[in-house]
C-alpha cells in the first residue's frame, strides 16, 4: 500500500479513536443531568468518520490500491 494512501487512513483512525474519547468523556461528566445530545453527536461524527474510513478502503480496493495479503 502506498504511502499516499496510508496517511489519510492513519489520520482518519486517530480521529476515530479521539471521538470515541470524547463521547466517554461526556459520558462520565453529564451524570444525567443534562441532556446527552453532545454524546450523540460525538458518536454520530465517529459513525460517520468510520463509513468514510470504509468508502475510502472500498475505492482503494476497487481501484487496485490496496489488496489482500499474499498478492
Known amino acids: 500500500m502506498a504511502l499516499w494512501f496510508k496517511i489519510p487512513l492513519l489520520i482518519l483512525l486517530g480521529l476515530i479513536l479521539l471521538s470515541l474519547v470524547e463521547a466517554m468523556i461526556f459520558l462520565s461528566r453529564d451524570d444525567g443531568r443534562r441532556d446527552r445530545t453532545r454524546m450523540v453527536r460525538a458518536l454520530t461524527v465517529r459513525i ?3 463509513l468514510v474510513l470504509f468508502a475510502i478502503l472500498m475505492g482503494g480496493y476497487f481501484l487496485g490500491v490496496v489488496g ?3 498478492r
Do not use: N, R, T
Open 48 to 50: 460517520a468518520l468510520s
Open 68 to 70: 489482500p495479503h499474499g
